[in-house]
């Protein structure tokens, strides 16, 4: 079965501009979670999205958002770039949760910005 | 304090050498714990799940959980330079039925060398 795409895979913005990156779950799989991972912070819980309903979220500032589809797709936005927002952004999906059942990750979205 | 301290490293080694990984955390409420196995320029993958305590084994590697001293290990035997990879333990409670977030170490940089 296919898994689990996220799009694009390497993007370069300004700051101050905004992005917006997607993810496509495996289907049947209603959760999906985002990660910033950085060399130095690691991998850094963003939010949880089930059924269309944040259901858990990182600590985080404001610019950083998401939303989830009926069909259980997946975006987050970054407004307002910083130059701290450089890292690689992955997704997870799971049938019901990441620690309940296990999450597979796609290969991820490397922002740079500049 | 950290969740979940796990070093860094980088560890390297070379091939046929047992290996071990090693996390521990503070919360003691923590019940499933996985290690995850992340190649460069990839997403994470589940490698091992276990719940509460004990031994796991699955070819060669064996996954350890020690809850009273709250220290978890992966032990990979007779190591191949493929093993090669970045190790990510992580954890989750077992109190919130589907909805279990999971804590993450910031991984151990592993290389095998021929």
């Known amino acids: 079965k296919a898994g689990v795409t996220q799009t694009p895979r390497y993007l370069i913005k300004t700051r101050g501009q905004q992005v917006t990156l997607s993810c496509s779950p495996i289907s049947g799989h209603r959760s999906v979670s985002w990660y910033q991972q950085t060399p130095g912070q690691g991998l850094q819980f963003l939010f949880e999205y089930f059924s269309e309903t944040q259901r858990n979220k990182g600590n985080f500032p404001g610019r950083f958002s998401g939303r989830q589809f009926s069909n259980s797709r997946s975006e987050m936005n970054v407004s307002t770039l910083e130059l701290g927002d450089s890292a690689l952004y992955l997704c997870?999906?799971?049938?019901?949760?990441?620690?309940?059942?296990?999450?597979?990750f796609g290969q991820g979205t490397r922002l740079t910005v500049v | 304090q950290k969740e979940v301290e796990q070093d860094p490293g980088p560890l390297s080694v070379p091939e046929g050498a047992i290996v071990s990984l090693n996390c521990t955390y503070s919360n003691s409420a923590f019940q499933y714990f996985m290690w995850y196995r992340q190649y460069s320029r990839k997403g994470p993958e589940l490698l091992m799940y276990t719940y509460s305590s004990g031994n796991k084994e699955d070819g060669r590697f064996t996954a350890q959980v020690d809850k009273s001293s709250k220290y978890i290990s992966l032990f990979i035997r007779d190591s191949q330079p493929s093993d090669s990879a970045t190790y990510l333990c992580a954890m989750s409670f077992s109190n919130a039925g589907n909805n279990r977030k999971l804590i993450w170490g910031l991984g151990t940089s592993l290389a095998v060398n021929p």
């Open positions: 997870a999906s799971s049938r019901t949760s990441p620690g309940n059942t296990e999450a597979f």
